[in-house]
């Protein structure tokens, strides 16, 4: 706690050093600009012959902060397809800024936030946004001046602030299940094992028996014995570092038999997967690059094909850039691998609660036209061009989308021109993707998303959970459970590396178990009691009374 005080000790005499005697604060840019009171709601009649974003069109800019350091991100009407589509249908242009977490908190701290601020939804920000009074409630703006915004009900309900009973955020790729299945479209996993389906043929490996932990490391194996090259660099068996993917294909539990939340680190399987990392490193199977690498770095490796397998969909980004470079070059899944207990695998979903968290500050400039702005994105057309070819470039055939034949060719020839042309990020985080699974192709398909597919239905399909109850437990903002769990996450941070370079599976174990000792001597028991109690409270949100499959069959 006193560790907090000192950083938010720093953090405000820094606000003090940019505001200075004359009242102003530092923008997101970096340029000071006087404080402004929050603009009052402006008093306008709503015409419900006409769309919320149609109401006005007059020019306006929006300034948009997006705490995701590595978010590219430029507003270019003249170029970008989709920019130029909001502008002339919204009459709204954006000014984006991008930044970390430290630079979110302090915008907030000098009170300099802007129009819009995008960051993730769980985070402790938000809540200190939500009851710092910094935003707009939504529910008071989309009533207003945009009652056709298009959100999943159980997105409210569940974001809704427990002080005042208020909805503030629209969250990207929030599932509500049933909702979900009710639209037509199913929820995803990004636990999943893939490798490049030409060096397992030109080596006869054989994809079914990876799903076993031997199978699986003696492809590795033979990856490294041929010393396979691609484009004149030598391949990396293995990349990834996803102790927590490998643990729930092994078969770890969340939940105990009475209800009470399971710290995923302190089971069985967690342990197993961590020994089974060291047993790929001690082998010469990956890279020591695996603890420093960056999303660039990795996504490079991936992309230049210098990867034959990985753990977890994100975490391989850059694979579909290959397959469109060299379709030979396809990471296919290969299927969950199957641990000591041979227990069935309960996967993470795409977090049903969603990604990434957008709101409307008290200082924003015009709150009327962001939030029509935002109910504009909450359009199908919006998810939907960002996955099937751009604004206009796709054809709903027999309930698919199907991305027209030119805009294929785009992609095909320069992905990353096509991307720049056509797409924005801004989609990706606004994002309903119940929409894209609505009407996704089933049929024509490349081998890339036919293989997604495939894998969908065979590994994910009844193995997955409603992860909103287990994830929203986190304490909040400033308090001392969130200083412990800084704390052990720092710590942890430190020591998994040992783990997985230790010389021997006793020495890994061992540096394992005095961890866990060394941070329940930090506090968290007392951490795990205090989630546990959030977790009743969620499924007592949810209505249930157990949360974990396994307990309720």
């Known amino acids: 706690m006193k560790k907090f005080n000192y950083q938010m000790g720093a953090v405000l005499l820094t606000a003090a050093m940019l505001t200075g005697c004359a009242g102003k604060a530092a923008s997101p840019g970096g340029e ?10 402006p008093e306008t009649e709503y015409d419900s012959s006409k769309a919320s974003w149609e109401q006005d069109q007059t020019p306006v800019e929006l300034e948009w902060f997006v705490a995701y350091d590595w978010a590219a991100m430029n507003f270019d009407p003249e170029y970008n397809q989709f920019d130029q589509y909001i502008y002339e249908n919204t009459g709204v242009k954006i000014k984006f800024s991008i930044g970390s977490q430290e630079k979110l908190n302090m915008l907030i701290a000098t009170d300099s936030l802007p129009d819009i601020v995008t960051y993730d939804a769980v985070s402790s920000e938000r809540l200190a946004l939500e009851n710092g009074g910094k935003l707009w409630s939504l529910d008071e703006l989309t009533e207003k001046y945009a009652p056709d915004i298009q959100v999943p009900q159980g997105m409210i309900d569940w974001y809704r602030n427990k002080n005042d009973n208020q909805w503030y955020v629209l969250v990207g790729y929030f599932y509500d299940l049933e909702e979900a299945y009710q639209r037509g479209g199913y929820i995803e996993s990004h636990n999943m094992n893939f490798a490049r389906k030409d060096i397992m043929e030109e080596l006869s490996i054989d994809p079914a028996g990876m799903t076993t932990k031997e199978g699986f490391l003696e492809a590795l194996r033979k990856v490294k014995e041929a010393n396979i090259q691609y484009e004149g660099q030598t391949v990396i068996p293995y990349v990834a570092d996803d102790v927590e993917c490998l643990a729930e294909q092994f078969g770890v539990d969340r939940e105990d038999a009475e209800g009470n939340l399971l710290n995923i680190k302190r089971q069985p399987e967690y342990l197993e997967a961590l020994l089974f990392l060291n047993q790929i490193y001690r082998e010469g199977l990956t890279t020591d690059e695996i603890f420093t690498m960056d999303n660039t770095l990795r996504k490079q490796m991936v992309t230049s094909g210098t990867v034959f397998a990985g753990t977890r969909v994100n975490y391989l ?12 070059a396809l990471m296919m899944g290969v299927g969950y691998i199957t641990g000591d207990g041979a227990k069935e695998a309960i996967v993470s979903p795409s977090p049903t609660a ?10 924003c400039k015009y709150p009327a036209r962001a939030a029509s702005l935002l109910s504009f994105l909450t359009r199908e057309e919006i998810s939907l ?12 055939v027999d309930g698919a989308a199907v991305i ?17 042309k056509y797409r924005s990020t801004l989609q990706d985080l606004v994002c309903d993707y119940v929409w894209v699974k609505k009407y996704e192709p089933k049929s024509g ?15 994910v399909d009844g193995h997955i959970y409603d992860d909103k109850i287990f994830n929203d437990v986190s304490p909040d903002s400033g308090s001392d459970f969130a200083a412990i769990d800084a704390q052990l996450t720092s710590y942890w941070s430190q020591q998994f590396p040992m783990m997985i370079m230790a010389a021997t599976p006793e020495e890994a174990e061992q540096v394992y178990q005095n961890a866990i000792a060394q941070m329940d001597h930090m506090g968290m028991d007392k951490l795990d009691a205090y989630k546990n109690e959030r977790f009743q409270e969620n499924k007592k949100k949810m209505g249930v009374e157990f949360a974990w499959p396994r307990n309720q069959k």
Do not use: C, V
């Open 32 to 41: 000071s600009t006087a404080a402004e009171p929050a603009a009052a709601l």
């Open 404 to 420: 027209k034949p030119e805009r294929a060719e785009e992609r095909k020839a320069d992905s990353a021109a096509f991307d720049a």
């Open 385 to 396: 061009s960002y996955y099937y070819g751009g604004i206009g470039g796709y054809d709903i």
């Open 354 to 363: 969603g990604w990434a968290a957008t709101m409307i500050t008290k200082n």
């Open 445 to 459: 398909l490349d081998d890339l998303e036919q293989d997604r597919l495939n894998y969908q239905h065979k590994w």
């Open 317 to 328: 980004n850059g694979k579909d850039t290959l397959y469109y470079n060299d379709p030979d």
